[in-house]
């Protein structure tokens, strides 16, 4: 069976939006026998975009998940892919996917080059060191330059880029590749959607850039393999191409190298080749290393090798909501393996759960199986309360694994339904939405009754309400949509608050004294140190006096939003024997809490954005003038491949509400600009005060 897993591979196909993720795995599903239709995104038949709304925008909205089958080499190979969305509002669904995957496929349009989702794919690769390769696609369109965007993968991205393939052919011209490490030429045909394709001998005019590139590729490789240096400087046609393969993927999977290829998957050219460079570099379920985790019964760390034999353990990485089965918990297995019917244990909720049925997914398909082995991905129903993040393990083996952490929403928008009687099934609809989506948060403002949802843009809060009318039949009324501002504090306190109460009987008694300070630069939420020595407090009410902390974090002083991050060291405090409870506590904290953040000195902060414009030159004086009266900071500029001037700024989200539009007007609608959250920054008093003043209003 572990000679099984050698020939798996867990990748995920991600990029900036429209580089073709979609195209190139419907080509992938096509190719491998899934589908013998090839579905178009600009047709909205894809398989793998298969929610309405995905269909009608031409857009990824959520990741996918499929599998299929590969011959390599003689050997068959199992390839589960997740096609994941390239919109900045939809970054949860990368981050997500590359937290389980062992590989990606990384698409960059030969036109466009780098884009801002390409970096930012990119170093969600770089933080849970995802091995890859690169995939240069749309060869065929008119501006295509292979050699200039794996110049910008190696500026932008700080990549080693390894070019594999040399491009026959430009824009309409291209018709296939000269294989580098082979010597080989392959064409593909028009006919039969690039099914046939053949090996051709190199064209003359490209032999010397051939022999020119295979001199740089074992150049590179030399630097990471000794026995391949000894042999380039002594004999270089001694070199094999098993070897040049076996060191090319050692390198890759040490993170060393980038495996560059290039095709045109809409013209079905290179998709084939591109399999086999997965079967090739990618790493197998068991060449990545094991995977760590804290046993919660003694907090030592343990590993879990990629093996059968081993105690069933797996992360738990996405959850869907299906109108045919109910609730869906994707995961991945880690080791051991999962039966339909069993149970398994929730290290973080410490309860058993049952898994009634499992699935292997073909997009929004489920295909029942039996059971899901170790490396491999699935799907489970009959769960209870499983929740994004969750590591499932078995319960004489207990493991949690390092959760998936996510962006917090930086817009949000009141909503009410149209009709009364709808109040109920929307507060409930709302629930199974942010089951799903870790970025998609729920709130009841308490001082106007308002249900406030948040989300990470105008786009992701849009796709939000489409499907709570279209899924859940609920139409809504929506305000203009707020920014979410969070507050800071700035200095150190020292409190101590005494709770006193006395009510005839039985009173209330709770005494703490505490250090208030501001968070470590970069964290999120409450950091507690329980410092209480002698037993002064007693170690029962301490998880109380921590919970309610972690609760007043939430409603700043200032205007009542969240806290970004804070210290609180619990110094010491006292109580009485028969008037102190877990709840006198808990209230002591809370109320200390307040006093103390009031003389913290608290700022207001706003969310940033890093927005680029991709602008004619002509227009770019009135663009960057535009910005600057927005408050944004202009970072750089820079001159893409189509001549298109890349102007890169910070601007407070505040002042970019409907500056599509002005862009266009300023442009005569011939720039466009992505923007994606940045960081929170202190807000300038007069904004801040505008902003408190709003919320007293509202009270």
């Given at each position: ?18 580089a ?50 590969w ?30 995957l ?25 933080k ?26 190696t ?25 580098i ?7 593909w ?79 079905n ?8 460079t ?22 030592k ?12 353990s ?75 993040g ?50 998609f ?19 992701h ?41 006395q ?9 703490i ?20 020595k ?10 109380s006096?921590?919970?309610?902390f ?45 006093k ?5 000195n608290?700022?207001?902060?706003e ?24 408050r ?26 409907g500056?599509?539009?002005?862009l266009r ?35």
């Amino acid at each position: 069976m572990m000679n099984n897993l050698k020939y798996t591979r867990n990748i995920g196909i991600a990029a900036h939006i429209d580089a073709g993720k979609t195209t190139t795995t419907e080509r992938i599903l096509f190719y491998t026998g899934i589908t013998h239709k090839i579905g178009e995104v600009h047709e909205g038949t894809a398989t793998m975009d298969w929610m309405k709304q995905e269909q009608e925008r031409g857009i990824t909205i959520t990741s996918a998940a499929t599998k299929c089958e590969w011959i390599y080499n003689k050997k068959k190979y199992k390839i589960n892919i997740i096609d994941t969305p390239g919109h900045v509002d939809f970054t949860v669904e990368v981050e997500r996917s590359l937290r389980v995957l062992d590989g990606m496929v990384a698409l960059f349009s030969a036109v466009d080059g780098v884009e801002p989702q390409s970096e930012t794919v990119w170093r969600q690769a770089d933080k849970y060191k995802v091995p890859r390769i690169g995939f240069i696609n749309k060869m065929d369109r008119q501006g295509a330059d292979f050699f200039n965007v794996c110049k910008q993968i190696t500026k932008n991205l700080g990549a080693h880029c390894l070019i594999l393939q040399i491009p026959i052919g430009k824009e309409n011209e291209f018709k296939g590749v000269v294989d580098i490490i082979a010597k080989k030429a392959i064409i593909w045909e028009e006919e039969n959607y690039g099914t046939v394709y053949k090996n051709i001998p190199i064209p003359d005019e490209l032999l010397d850039r051939t022999n020119k590139y295979r001199n740089i590729l074992l150049e590179t490789i030399s630097e990471y393999d000794y026995e391949i240096m000894n042999k380039f400087f002594s004999n270089p046609n001694n070199i094999s191409e098993k070897e040049i393969i076996a060191s090319i993927k050692r390198s890759t999977l040490n993170l060393e190298i980038v495996p560059i290829i290039c095709g045109s998957s809409f013209k079905n050219k290179g998709v084939q080749v591109m399999l086999d460079t997965i079967c090739r570099y990618l790493p197998s379920p068991i060449e990545i290393k094991e995977i760590k985790g804290i046993n919660p019964k003694t907090e030592k760390e343990e590993i879990r090798k990629p093996n059968f034999n081993e105690p069933f353990s797996a992360l738990a990485f996405k959850i869907a909501t299906d109108s045919f089965v109910g609730r869906l918990a994707f995961f991945r297995v880690y080791s051991g393996i999962i039966k339909s019917g069993t149970y398994v244990f929730n290290a973080r909720s410490g309860n058993k759960e049952r898994i009634s049925r499992i699935y292997q997914m073909h997009a929004n398909k489920q295909n029942p199986v039996a059971y899901i082995e170790a490396g491999d991905i699935g799907a489970a129903v009959g769960f209870k309360n499983i929740k994004t993040g969750d590591t499932l393990c078995d319960e004489n083996f207990p493991i949690i694994f390092e959760n998936i952490s996510f962006p917090d929403p930086v817009i949000g928008v009141a909503i009410e339904p149209k009709y009364k009687s709808d109040i109920e099934k929307m507060s409930l609809s709302l629930t199974k939405l942010a089951e799903e989506d870790p970025t998609f948060q729920v709130r009841n403002e308490k001082s106007t009754g308002q249900t406030i949802i948040s989300g990470m843009g105008e786009l992701h809060l849009e796709i939000i309400l489409d499907r709570l009318e279209r899924e859940f039949k609920i139409k809504v009324n929506k305000g203009n949509p707020q920014v979410e501002y969070k507050e800071a504090l700035t200095n150190s306190i020292q409190h101590r608050e005494i709770y006193k109460k006395q009510t005839g009987g039985r009173g209330k008694y709770a005494d703490i004294f505490f250090k208030l300070e501001p968070g470590k630069e970069g964290s999120q939420g409450l950091e507690f140190i329980n410092k209480v020595k002698g037993g002064n407090i007693p170690k029962e009410y301490i998880p109380s006096i921590e919970k309610a902390f972690k609760e007043a974090i939430k409603i700043g002083p200032l205007s009542g939003s969240e806290i970004e991050n804070a210290k609180i060291i619990l110094i010491d405090g006292s109580y009485h024997s028969v008037d102190s409870d877990q709840l006198s506590f808990e209230l002591a904290s809370k109320i200390g809490f307040k006093k103390a953040a009031k003389k913290a000195n608290p700022i207001i902060l706003e969310p940033i954005m890093k927005v680029e414009v991709l602008t004619p030159p002509e227009n770019m004086g009135s663009i960057v003038g535009d910005l600057n009266r927005r408050r944004g900071i202009i970072q750089g500029m820079e001159e893409n491949m189509r001549n298109l001037k890349i102007i890169k700024a910070l601007v407070p989200l505040s002042e970019l509400f409907g500056y599509v539009t002005i862009l266009r007007t300023l442009s005569s609608g011939r720039a466009t600009s992505t923007m994606e959250f940045f960081n929170y920054k202190p807000a300038p008093a007069n904004v801040a005060e505008k902003f408190i003043l709003n919320k007293k209003l509202k009270l």
